[in-house]
């Protein structure tokens, strides 16, 4: 089976300009979730999306925004760039049958590392 | 607000040796907890989920304990390999994930 994939997997930006990554789960999963890691703030939530709906958001800025299709593939998008929005932007996929993220396995992708110049 | 921390930050050991990695968090009213690990430049791999039911769990040579009442939990890894080294976080909460500050393990021949 195949894993989870992002694309791209590195993204060179300047600030202002707005960005979309892209997230396809593993087959069969329904939920995925979006994370930001940099090395001062560690790995925050950003949002999960649960057939086609966001079902829970971080403390994120609404510059952050995402989406999901029919076929459970997500996208995210980050809007008027900033400096400090360099980091590895990391998705998790998992079945989506628990409510809770924290009751089941989640599978993670290897990243988009973005860089704003 | 849950807050999650780690220690050690750091480690390097020689191989062979038994670990524990130590994780702690500020709000007990946790539902589960998982252990993941990250290797450089890449995703999380999970290691180990404990339900908020369970005190431990085990995986080869994995051990996690999980102590709700004292904001605490343990990943004691065993035999320690050279392809252990990664850094090792915890997650926990509800409706979403809160990560510790991670544990940089190196274990060197």
């Known amino acids: 089976k195949a894993g989870v994939t992002q694309t791209p997997r590195y993204l060179i930006k300047t600030r202002g300009q707005q960005v979309t990554l892209s997230c396809s789960p593993i087959?069969?999963?329904?939920?995925v979730s979006w994370y930001q890691q940099t090395p001062g703030q560690g790995l925050q939530f950003l949002f999960e999306?649960?057939?086609?709906?966001?079902?829970n958001k971080g403390n994120f800025p609404g510059r952050f925004s995402g989406r999901q299709f029919s076929n459970s593939r997500s996208e995210m998008n980050v809007s008027t760039l900033e400096l400090g929005d360099s980091a590895l932007y990391l998705c998790?996929?998992?079945?989506?049958?628990?409510?809770?993220?924290?009751?089941?396995?989640?599978?993670f992708g290897p990243g988009t590392r973005l860089l704003v110049l | 607000k849950q807050e999650v921390t780690q220690i050690p930050a750091a480690l390097s050991v020689p191989e062979g040796e038994n670990l524990v990695l130590n994780c702690s968090f500020t709000?007990?009213?946790?539902?589960?907890l998982q252990w993941f690990r990250q290797d450089p430049g890449k995703g999380l791999t999970s290691l180990l989920l404990?339900?908020?039911?369970?005190r431990e769990q085990t995986s080869e040579r994995l051990n996690a304990s999980l102590d709700k009442s004292s904001g605490r939990s343990t990943l004691y890894i065993a035999a320690s390999q050279p392809g252990d080294s990664a850094t090792y976080l915890c997650?926990?909460?509800?409706?979403?994930?809160?990560f510790g500050t991670g544990t940089r393990l190196q274990v060197f021949p």
């Open positions: 998790a996929s998992s079945s989506g049958q628990a409510l809770l993220l924290i009751q089941e396995t989640q599978y």
């Open positions: 087959s069969g999963h329904r939920s």
């Open positions: 999306y649960f057939s086609e709906t966001q079902r």
């Open positions: 709000d007990s009213a946790i539902y589960n």
């Open positions: 404990i339900q908020s039911s369970q």
């Open positions: 997650a926990v909460d509800t409706d979403k994930l809160i």
